[in-house]
């Protein structure tokens, strides 16, 4: 059989190669369909918007301590002053200042709980609470995992860290945080953003 050899029509086959992929990489670059049940929380920053949604069934009490927070507007304005680019981006408890928030009572820490109801693990794009050492001591500061961090779940020798939610729209903002330059910043020697990733608003969404 005889190849064809227009150039014309080589081209336009390519066009529509191209074409095709583009479409197929719009498809995969959609945004992760709606949890049923899943309050939806919009996050918009001064590099970005992202939404994530929570899970008050796996971890009732961090989801519940977490929405308050943001229906107290406890978020507007403050910052993502730990950014970590092969690790998580951490914020929700300094204003601009790097003067700390202040928050209520810790929470009670769910980790294996929230694991055993079949919640999410510490992997990329998931939301988990910040604590000191002690376990019970989380009150508004969140972080988002930007790789696998299998070493932070919890489990029965280490009560690791409580995911309570993830990023399902916006990925791209958070990559783009996580991707900042940092330095010192306020009170922290190291891994502060250069420039400062602000908190404009955090809304539940209808």
């Known amino acids: 059989m005889k190849l064809n050899t227009n150039p014309t029509r080589r081209l336009l086959c390519l066009l529509a190669l191209c074409l095709g992929l583009f479409s197929m990489q719009a498809i995969q670059a959609q945004d992760t369909p709606k949890t049923a049940g899943a309050p939806q929380v919009k996050f918009v920053t001064n590099m970005g918007e992202f939404v994530a949604e929570v899970y008050p069934d796996k971890a009732p009490k961090t989801v519940e301590n977490f929405l308050q927070y943001v229906r107290d507007k406890h978020y507007e304005g403050t910052i993502f002053h730990r950014v970590i680019a092969n690790f998580m981006i951490q914020g929700g408890g300094y204003d601009a200042r790097y003067i700390e928030r202040p928050t209520r009572a810790p929470v009670m820490h769910e980790g294996l709980e929230a694991l055993s109801k079949g919640g999410p693990r510490n992997?990329?794009?998931?939301?988990?609470?910040?604590?000191?050492?002690?376990?019970?001591?989380?009150?508004?500061?969140?972080?988002?995992?930007?790789?696998?961090?299998?070493?932070?779940?919890?489990?029965?020798?280490?009560?690791?860290?409580?995911?309570?939610?993830?990023?399902?729209s916006g990925m791209d903002v958070i990559n783009r945080i996580r991707a900042t330059p940092t330095s010192f910043g306020g009170p922290f020697p190291t891994d502060v953003p250069r420039t400062q990733v602000v908190i404009k608003s955090a809304t539940v969404l209808p």
Request: avoid cysteine; hydrophobic fraction near 40%; charged fraction near 10%.
């Open 123 to 168: 992997t990329v794009g998931t939301l988990a609470m910040a604590r000191t050492n002690a376990p019970n001591s989380a009150t508004a500061q969140f972080f988002i995992n930007v790789v696998d961090n299998g070493f932070l779940d919890p489990n029965p020798q280490q009560p690791g860290y409580t995911v309570f939610g993830k990023v399902v």
